[in-house]
């Protein structure tokens, strides 16, 4: 297939990648009452998302044309992380409302959960290609994210 250039071959494998995601409403759905729980299943999935070849591929991809196409790394936002990142903000909101948590700021919460689950992970991969060595090593990742941010937004 032809793109016609690196932009386009970036937007093609975007709308690639972007179609296999679950949405965000899909990433969130759930009985928010065991907030631990549900939140541990989407740090999860948020996870396997960050950490899965294409989404890896893409990030890599980005490093290179920031400069001269700055538009590709706001289209790969947009695509991905915006809409995760406001299905928390509901989710984190609605919480806080239930009084299932003590959220002050729900956006701020948001991006610290975010970046938790996927922070550490998603830059070794990015410079070292180096993934967790086992499944226990992943789910042990994912408690202590979902259990930090557990203490800094429990309700006292």
Do not use: N
Not at 67 to 75: D, M, N, Q, T
């Amino acid at each position: 297939a032809r793109f016609g250039s690196k932009a386009g071959l970036f937007m093609a494998a975007l709308d690639e990648l972007s179609s296999r995601l679950p949405s965000a409403e899909e990433l969130t759905r759930g009985s928010p009452a065991d907030v631990r729980a549900h939140l541990r299943g989407i740090a999860h999935q948020m996870l396997q998302m960050a950490l899965s070849w294409p989404a890896i591929g893409i990030c890599r991809m980005l490093v290179l044309p920031m400069k001269s196409a700055p538009h590709l790394g706001e289209e790969f936002w947009k695509k991905t992380v915006e809409g995760y990142h406001a299905a928390m903000h509901r989710l984190l909101r609605e919480a806080d409302a239930a009084q299932l948590l003590d959220v002050p700021d729900p956006a701020i919460a948001a991006s610290q959960f975010i970046a938790l689950v996927t922070g550490d992970p998603t830059l070794r991969m990015l410079l070292t290609s180096q993934r967790f060595k086992s499944e226990k090593e992943g789910e042990a990742h994912v408690e202590a994210a979902v259990g930090l941010f557990m203490a800094g937004y429990s309700r006292v």
